[in-house]
């Protein structure tokens, strides 16, 4: 198994651009979410998703979007990039998020995003 | 909202020594609570975890606690190595979301 993969590792925008950051993972896991990390801050949940078709928000959820159209794929899409949105992102998934049904996370290696 | 404080920021210890990183989480509803480590340009990935109906446990220099009444949780790590430096993120789930603590940058000085 890959586990969890993400794309690109590394990405330099413009203010106003978009993107899509990539996520996949070969686990069959239900459960996927998505993070920001920042300095002195761990990680915030942007958005979350507990199967295919079904996402909500997170805690910063604004400047974001997600959808699931299969249990593998999770992207996060920035629809016009702000320089607060400079940050290391993060991808998780797990089986399940049911109380002691395997709801352990496993993250991606991560992708470094700077907006000048 | 839901919030997990996590102290100290910054541990610095002697190799051999013992350190012990702790948490403090709010909502009452969280019943999960993993630990991860997390290396320089790496992501975070799960040392131990404890849930809500558990006190405590072990494995090998790795210990939790968790007093849910206090609504707090800690890591022990006895014999600290110096491949023990890192990241540590303490974090507590309750339904479908899981809050992180700011971290706690551990030195094991050899």
New interface residues.
Partial sequence: NAG?TQTPKFQVLKTGQSMTLQCAQDMNHE?M?W?RQDP??????IH?S?GAGIT?Q??VPNGYNVSRSTTEDFPLRLLSAAPSQTSVY?C?SSYS?V??IQ????????TRLLVL | ?EN?E?HP?TLSVQEGDSAVIKCTYSDSAS??F?W?KQEL??????II?I??NVGEKKDQRIAVTLNKTAKHFSLHITETQPEDSAVY?CAA?G?????????TRLFVKA
């Fill in positions: 969890v459960y979410s993070y002195g801050m761990g990680l915030r949940l979350y507990v909500d997170g805690e993060f998780a998020w109380e002691h709801e352990t996370q496993y993250f991606g290696p991560g | 909202g997990v996590q920021s019943n999960y993993p991860y340009g790496k992501g975070p990935q799960l975890d849930r809500s993120f789930r339904g479908f979301k899981t809050i992180f603590g700011a971290g």
